[in-house]
Every structure is written in C-alpha cells, then in structure tokens.
C-alpha cells in the first residue's frame, strides 16, 4: 500500500541525483519513522551531536522535521565550510531565528548588502582604537560591584557575572550615557532575549511558547527604553562620543539614516556581540579554577607579581599575564558559549567525496569538536598550559573555534577575552572563591550555554590582597581618561634574515589592530579591510609584525621566515 500521499509534504524524502564519484554522508543511527531524530534534537541536541561525532567521525547526515541535517567535525570540514562563499553555504538563512530578537529587517533577516552595511556599523565599537581604552572601564565597574561585599559573604555566581558582564559591554560597547540610563529592568529584558534563542527556534521561531512570548514583549520594551533614551538626547542637542552617537549618525549608502527600531537592533546585536560569551565564560573561568587549586595558585602568582605594586589592569597590562589569558582560552575550548553554529547550502555542496544536496543545514559544533583526541591531547581534561608553546594546541588552523569562524567569526572576540581576563584580575586577587556546593554541569537549554543554575559561591577577603581603593557609584561617574599604561614586556627576539608577511582578505574584519601595532606594514582602508603595506618587512618591522599576528582577532596574518 503506497502511504506517500498520506505524509505530509514537509515529511517527504527527496533523493537528488548524486554525481558519480561522490557519496551521501552516513547517517546517524536511532531516530523514528516520518519524523526521524527530531526528538533528539530538541530534548538533547548537543547529545545528539556528540553522538554523531563519536559514531561517524567527521561528517553525519541527521533527520530533523523532515529538514536534511549534515553535522561536521574537525578543522578540515570547519575550514571547507567557513571559507565557502555565502552563495554557496549562507549562515543569514539558519539565524534568522535572531529576527525576533534583532528586529524584522535586521542583521540576518535583512537582504545580503543591507547587512553587510548594518554589520559594518557595529564594527566601530570594537575596533582597536576604542578597545584600547576599555580596560579601565571594566575595571570601574568590577569594582563598583564589588565594593559592599565586606570580607565575606556568599553570591550566586552566574547571576553575578550576567549583571557585571551587562554593565561592562554596555558601558564600553554602547557608551556611559547608555550605562548610566541602565536600571535592574534593562539586565532583566535582556536576560529575557536572551532566553528567546533556544534550537528549538531552528525549527520554528514564532511557535506559541512561553520563553518566546516573553522574547517578544521585551524586545517591544527594549525598543521604548531606547527611543525615550534618543528622544531625551536630541531635546537636549547633545551629542556624545559614544556607539549610540556613532548610529544616530549613521547612514546607509542610500543616506537614509536608521529608525529608533534599527538603532534598537543595532544596540542589541552589539550587546550580544559582546556580552554572553563574556558572562559565562567568566563564571566557568572560576569554577575551574576553583576546581583546580594548582592553577588558581599560578594565576594568582602572575596577577600579583604584575599588579600587586599598583600597576593599573589595563589593555595593554593585560597583555602580561599569558597563563590568565590561557585559562580563558582553556575555559573557552571546554565551555564554547555556543554549542552549534549553522550554515544552509543555497546550492549543491561537495566536501570531499561527500555530496551534500542543496538546502541541507551543515552543523558544526565548537563543543565536540573541542574534545577530539587528535587535536587536543586529553580533551576532557582542563590543562591551560596546551595553549603555551611550544605545544600550542590551538595552532592548527579551525581546529578552535570558540568564536566561529572565517568573515562571519563573532565580531566581538578579542573583546570578550580582554573583558574576561580583566575581570579575574580584580576579583580572584581581591577575593577567595569556593563553591558552596558542587556545580551541576551544563545548560544546554539555550544556543548560549552557560552553568547550571544557581551556582553558589562564598567568598572571603585575600589577606594578601592589595587593598581596593574607594570609588564612587559607577554609574555617577564620568568616562574615565584613557590611562597609558607600560609598554608590554616582552622578550627582544631577533629577526631572521629574511621574512614576508601574509594577509588572508577573506578573513580579515577590519578590526585595525594590525595597523595599531604595525603602522608601517598595516593601514587599513576605508572599505574596512587592511591593505598590506609592506609584504616584505625589513628586521626592524618583524617584532611589531609578529604582535599583529598574535593581536589580530581575525588570525587573518601570518608572519613567514624563510
């Protein structure tokens, strides 16, 4: 009996002319008649990712709602897949679930140019110039936080950390005005959005449940809040230096100037940009830390062996203390804030002898890819030191990749690590930490994954601590001057004979950091992209050549000796 008609169309199975040669990706085992591993994907989707990994490899072909699904693993296929054009495999298709979330016209649900144009309106918050200044911002802010906790009392460490990193990403990223306006109810709306983007959102975004509902009414509410906040600005003739300034000055290629809804928008997706990876990354920075006594003990060696005397945490500083940086990196490569990033084939796609038909979704996934044997040794153990050389376990090109990846890599990367890392230099030497009981692993309820919660945490005083000094309410005080701080210490190394330098266009974001450590081998253009001034450096050049290397959030440089 021929039951065809009976199924749905969503439900039915297409088979597409495979060129010889080629194969189908192999499937992934279980799954259920008609609707196949749709069940799996939304109690469990990082099971079912991990599942999928350890049972084929680097490429699986999964079954969801009658959607074809192909989950790859590994630097080979995240490079194939992050350095294929946008006409070919298209991450705006898969997030429009951030429509609700961004807005209706917004970032990914808007037409390729417009968006392109919306997300080089962001990138002036998170360039090199202003990024050199945020440190000290941070800083404030940690310590307005911190300032009533006495000698020692106890918090909830995830919420903590979700309002700090709030108050910091909107004070550096979005300006002290922005800051300043905040109350309890805007880290409320947003923890709200943020609840919104969950993968059951791949599937339908606008289904009748209640984290979806609450989504919707607060980015309405969001918009009201930020209206009146540009309302009360342009009564008053202001104009400020700060992102809100930068987009109410903003024009698109046609001159209009973005609406009170876009600049709504807009200010999200900087937020996001810059604030979730930092909010749990920091909470699962410290739960590790104090899960590993060994390392908090040479955490807090570096820190007061370069702060201890009253130098200031700053950007440049914070460049000294690498073991920090390299427990953020560790945290981020067991802790990925997003546990699957998508792209949709707009055309037939080949990965090695693999066909993947069009209109396929690709998954990859930071978290199990993270944890592949072959690519770091003894994954499931937290070891900062794999990130040190001579071992370097990130080396390999995509094998890490915390933030995405090629020209759509999060924008706000090298901000995220600089807050984290200046975060944990005010409070792990202000205070001691200690989970008041043992942490329940992960959230994997939304696409940002982030500590089971409540995560209770005491705290008591460092007597050794330096003592902090008073500072006024952070939210009366005026943006803080630009500190200069020493110039990084770092060993001289002689240069060879002879080096080049290379620069990857397709990756490169237009973050300017090249240019501000290497000025004359780096300018960047107008069109946002970095022009390679001199391919062939002299001796003089390769140190500040190399910093450009190592400071480019993009890894879009590579310094070559021959």
Same mark, same amino acid.
Request: with cysteine; charged share 25%; proline share 7%.
């Given at each position: ?18 060129p ?9 085992? *279980? #799954?259920? &008649? ?5 069940? $799996? ?11 999928a ?13 009658g ?45 390729? $140019?417009k ?10 918050? %998170? ?5 050199r ?10 310590? *307005? ?17 979700r309002? !700090?990193?709030?108050f ?24 709200? !959005? ?20 609450e ?10 809040m ?6 009360? +600005?342009?009564?008053?003739? +202001? ?27 807009? %200010? ?20 590790? %830390? ?12 570096? !820190? ?9 945490? #700053? ?46 979704w ?20 937290? $070891? ?21 990846? *090629? ?11 600089l807050?984290?890392k200046?975060? %944990? ?15 329940k ?22 007597v ?16 803080a ?5 020493p ?17 990857? !266009?397709?990756?490169c ?9 290497? &000025? ?7 069109? #946002? ?18 910093a ?15």
């Amino acid at each position: 009996m021929n039951l065809d008609p009976l199924v749905p169309a969503i439900f039915r199975k297409t088979k597409a002319a495979i060129p010889e040669g080629l194969r189908l990706p192999p499937k992934l085992s *279980g #799954g259920l &008649p008609v609707v196949g591993h749709t069940a $799996d994907f939304v109690r469990d989707a990082m099971g079912m990712l991990s599942r999928a990994a350890a049972e084929h490899g680097e490429i699986c072909s999964i079954d969801v709602l009658g959607k074809k699904m192909v989950a790859v693993f590994g630097p080979d296929a995240h490079e194939a897949v992050f350095r294929a054009p946008d006409e070919h495999l298209n991450p705006a298709e898969a997030y429009k679930i951030m429509t609700p979330v961004f807005g209706k016209g917004m970032v990914y649900d808007a037409p390729p $140019d417009k968006m392109n144009e919306q997300l080089k309106m962001l990138l002036p918050a %998170l360039k090199d110039k202003r990024m050199r200044t945020y440190g000290e911002i941070i800083v404030r802010e940690v310590e *307005g936080m911190i300032k009533n906790w006495g000698d020692q009392g106890e918090i909830d460490l995830v919420d903590f950390c979700r309002v !700090l990193t709030n108050f910091t990403s909107s004070h550096c990223l979005l300006g002290n005005e922005f800051r300043t306006g905040m109350t309890d109810e805007f880290a409320r709306v947003y923890q709200s !959005l943020e609840r919104g983007v969950t993968p059951v959102a791949y599937l339908n975004a606008h289904l009748p449940l209640p984290s979806f509902r609450e989504r919707d009414r607060a980015r309405v509410r969001l918009e009201e809040m930020v209206t009146k906040l540009i309302e009360d +600005r342009r009564k008053s003739g +202001r104009e400020g230096e700060d992102f809100l300034q930068t987009l109410m000055d903003a024009r698109y290629k046609s001159g209009a100037p973005l609406n009170e809804f876009e600049i709504s928008g807009m %200010l999200i997706a900087a937020m996001f940009a810059g604030h979730h990876t930092s909010s749990v990354t920091t909470a699962w920075a410290i739960i590790e %830390l104090v899960q590993h006594p060994e390392y908090l003990s040479k955490v807090l060696e570096e !820190l007061d062996a370069n702060f201890s005397d009253g130098t200031e945490v #700053g950007f440049l500083t914070l460049r000294n203390v690498p073991l920090t940086e390299y427990v953020v990196l560790e945290t981020l490569r067991l802790h990925p804030p997003l546990f699957m990033l998508v792209r949709v084939a707009m055309k037939d796609f080949v990965y090695k002898d693999f066909f993947i038909e069009k209109g396929t979704w690709i998954l990859l996934s930071p978290t199990a890819s993270h944890l592949l044997p072959e690519f770091f040794k003894n994954p499931h153990v937290f $070891d900062p030191d794999r990130f040190a050389p001579p071992r370097a376990e990130d080396k390999r090109d995509f094998a890490y990749i915390p933030f995405g990846g *090629g020209r759509h890599k999060c924008m706000g990367n090298a901000f995220a690590i600089l807050q984290v890392k200046a975060i %944990l230099s005010i409070l792990l030497r202000r205070y001691e930490f200690e989970l008041s009981e043992p942490h329940k692993g992960s959230d994997f309820h939304g696409l940002v994954v982030g500590p089971k919660e409540p995560v209770r945490m005491r705290y008591r005083r460092r007597v050794v601590a330096r003592t902090a000094p008073e500072v006024a309410e952070v939210a009366a005080a005026p943006p803080a001057a630009p500190i200069v701080a020493p110039v990084e210490q770092t060993a001289t190394v002689s240069a060879p004979k002879s080096f080049r330098v290379s620069l990857d !266009l397709d990756l490169c974001q237009g973050h300017a950091a090249c240019q501000g450590e290497a &000025p004359e081998v780096f300018r960047v253009s107008g069109l #946002g992209k970095s022009r390679l001034l001199k391919p062939n450096p002299g001796p003089a050049q390769y140190e500040q050549a190399k910093a450009a290397e190592r400071y480019c959030p993009s890894k879009a440089i590579r310094v070559i000796e021959d």
